[in-house]
């Protein structure tokens, strides 16, 4: 399967000499200090900033040199556009990378979607709504379905995305990044958390 995502003796703010592989088919929690050090970490893994010390590659490259849209994020409450509609705001990251199939895009959407706890004639209403309209649950369930939509190598997603999610959409939520990350050969996860945030079913990196 091989190495996807690759901490090496990485150095950011007060995080110190973080190493751990990722490999293909796999989640795993990485344990922040802090909300400060968990967004410092988040950047340095979708390559918005550099280490201060240390390494990270995907895939052996260095990040700068991988193509756009090789690792996707998944922010904390969705990162939605407010005056766009939910299908507007999940699926403009396609248009950007040049990812966009409409019909591909909606069967995607219709087979996701029931995994994330939409069904029926919902999903239809969910798409259409403005995102400025939608309950936080749902803002977060858009997020999540837009970087799934994304497909990139690498997948990072603040644990944070399941605080205040009821159980049960958060056991659903959890199974669709399992089913995610088994259906390629070369897709991982990465769940960034801190101690104030739920309690998630995977490894923690040590």
């Known amino acids: 399967m091989g190495i996807t995502l690759q901490f090496s003796g990485v150095n950011c703010d007060k ?12 989640i795993k929690v990485l344990h922040a200090a802090g909300k400060e050090e968990k967004i410092a970490v988040i950047d340095v893994a ?9 390494t990270v590659t995907l895939g052996g490259a260095a990040l700068d ?3 756009l849209g090789s690792i996707g994020w998944v922010p904390e409450n969705g990162g ?15 248009w950007y990378h040049g990812k966009r199939r409409v019909a591909e895009t909606e069967d995607r959407v219709a087979r996701l979607l029931p995994m994330l706890g939409v069904e029926g ?10 995102a400025g309209y939608l309950v936080p649950t749902d803002r977060k ?10 497909a990139p190598k ?17 056991a659903a939520w959890a199974a669709a990044l399992d089913v ?23 490894t923690t990196i040590e």
């Open 65 to 67: 040199t991988v193509p």
């Open 15 to 26: 995080m110190t000499g973080i190493s751990f592989l990722l490999e293909a088919g796999e």
């Open 180 to 202: 995610y990350v088994r259906e390629a050969e070369d897709r991982s996860v990465l769940v960034a958390a801190t101690d104030g945030d739920a309690a998630l079913p995977w």
């Open 46 to 54: 979708i390559g918005e900033r550099r280490p201060d010390a240390g």
């Open 121 to 130: 004639g919902a999903m239809e209403r969910f798409m259409a709504s403005p």
């Open 80 to 94: 939605l556009i407010s005056n766009l509609k939910a299908w507007e705001n999940v699926t403009l990251p396609l």
């Open 154 to 170: 690498v997948l990072v997603v603040d644990a944070a995305l399941f605080n205040g999610v009821p159980h049960g959409v958060r």
């Open 141 to 150: 369930r858009a997020g999540l379905l837009r970087g799934l939509l994304l």
